[in-house]
């Protein structure tokens, strides 16, 4: 039995939820995290991002005294299994960074014992969990190092722990039979891999729903340009007919799609022409849509209300979100452009929507929150995802 784990970036995205996880099954966390205000805000009770039914379990596990904290390398508090979910960003060349992980392991390989666990969360580049493993135990020491890469849907990892089997890549057995004792405590069905499958395996998962998006993007762009109507094609495709379930074309963006497309892109050593053709597509979804509303409008003289802000519906995640570009590109041709979100907290310029819809000539659907499907506009609005 493991009675208490570390997770290191567990005021994350993913540490956090898991956190929350391990915790509701009686496990105890210390969570260590450079972000002091994230910390902050967990030891309030109070989430620092959005997680579905994360608040309640949250607060009772402060109550139970579940969580303890540290924000520095020199505080933390090493546990047998030690979880790492650091972001794994690309580079300018489109190639992993993998400076921040090697900061933190060589940090780490100072103060872990004999038989201690790294597993690692973050998404990595395949060969990466054996170049740890290495790196660590270069000085004969004895550190497990298993990867074990996170498939939730953001905010609701909670609740889909139970939906899917848990992935694992361990370095060498003693690693994989540790991983498995851990996640039997959390009652999942596991697949084992080596590292290298599992580093893959989630690679190919991100960017097969990347590819599928750029699909419907392009295919909404080519109907446009037909002047017929996509949404109306999309119900004859889809409707009654399970063949025809293409994805809604919109804004595919985020922290994971397309960064981890880039990544598999690299390790092909630039060989996967279709990741780069769905970066196209996809990126080029906001420079479409405003071209295609200068067609019918003088541009220039119109206020331009952008809708949703978060990269996706119901979050308040505005990393890489695309909504971004869009009023980028809208500033340097609109007379004017005003931005709304029920859910973003860390933007400024962000209006009410009752504010923007009255002071707007043109609306867009940039994200689409549910609420957005509530509100009746008189005036020229811009959708282009299904069912809106
Ligand atoms: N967000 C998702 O839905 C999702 C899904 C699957 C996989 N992933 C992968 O999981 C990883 C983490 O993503 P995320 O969205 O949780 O990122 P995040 O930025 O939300 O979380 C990373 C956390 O690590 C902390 N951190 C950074 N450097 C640190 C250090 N040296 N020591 C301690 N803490 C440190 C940050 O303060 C932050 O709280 C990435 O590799 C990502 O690709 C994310």
Redesign the pocket.
């Known amino acids: 039995m493991f009675k208490e784990i570390t997770i290191?970036?567990?005021?994350?995205?993913?540490?956090?939820?898991y956190t929350l996880i391990c915790a509701s099954k009686n496990i105890k966390v210390h969570i260590?995290?450079?972000?002091i205000k994230?910390i902050n805000l967990i030891k309030k009770g109070i989430l620092?991002?959005k997680e579905k039914n994360g608040s309640k379990i949250l607060k009772k596990a402060l109550k139970n005294r579940l969580i303890s904290f540290s924000?520095?390398?020199e505080e933390i508090k090493l546990n047998k299994i030690n979880i790492v979910?650091?972001?794994?960003?690309i580079d300018e060349f489109l190639n992993p960074q993998h400076k921040?992980l090697i900061?933190?392991f060589n940090?780490l390989k100072k103060i872990l014992k004999n038989n201690q666990h790294i597993i690692l969360?973050?998404?990595?580049s395949p060969g990466t969990t054996r170049f740890l493993h290495t790196m660590l135990n270069n000085d004969k020491k004895n550190i497990k190092v298993t990867f074990y890469?996170?498939?939730?849907?953001?905010?609701y990892?909670i609740e889909e722990f139970n939906d899917f089997p848990q992935i694992i890549g361990a370095v060498d057995k003693k690693a994989e039979i540790e991983t498995k004792k851990f996640l039997k405590q959390l009652k999942s069905e596991i697949i084992c891999l080596n590292p290298e499958e599992a580093e893959l395996t989630?690679l190919f998962l991100?960017s097969y729903r990347y590819v599928q998006f750029s699909i419907a993007n392009q295919f909404f762009k080519i109907a446009k340009n037909a002047k017929l109507d996509y949404q109306k094609i999309n119900y004859a495709m889809s409707h009654n007919y399970k063949r025809g379930n293409i994805p809604s074309p919109g804004f595919t963006a985020?922290?994971?799609l397309f960064?981890?497309t880039m990544q598999l892109y690299s390790f092909s050593k630039n060989d996967f022409s279709l990741g780069i053709e769905a970066m196209t597509t996809n990126e080029g979804i906001a420079d479409f849509i405003v071209d295609k509303i200068k067609e019918e409008n003088k541009l220039s003289k119109k206020v331009v209300g952008i809708l949703g802000m978060a990269f996706k519906p119901e979050s308040d995640?505005t990393?890489n979100s695309l909504s971004y570009k869009l009023k980028k590109i809208l500033q340097l041709n609109a007379r004017k452009v005003l931005t709304t979100d029920p859910y973003v907290k860390n933007d400024e310029d962000i209006k009410s929507l009752e504010y923007v819809q009255k002071n707007s000539d043109i609306l867009i659907i940039a994200t689409p929150h549910k609420i957005y499907k509530k509100i009746k506009i008189k005036k020229l609005i811009y959708n282009i995802w299904n069912d809106f």
């Open positions: 290191i970036g567990g005021a994350g995205h993913v540490g956090l939820a260590n995290d450079t972000n994230s620092p991002h924000h520095s390398i979910c650091l972001g794994t960003p921040k900061e933190l940090k969360r973050s998404t990595v890469p996170e498939r939730f849907i953001q905010g990892a989630k991100n985020g922290p994971c960064k981890d995640d990393r």
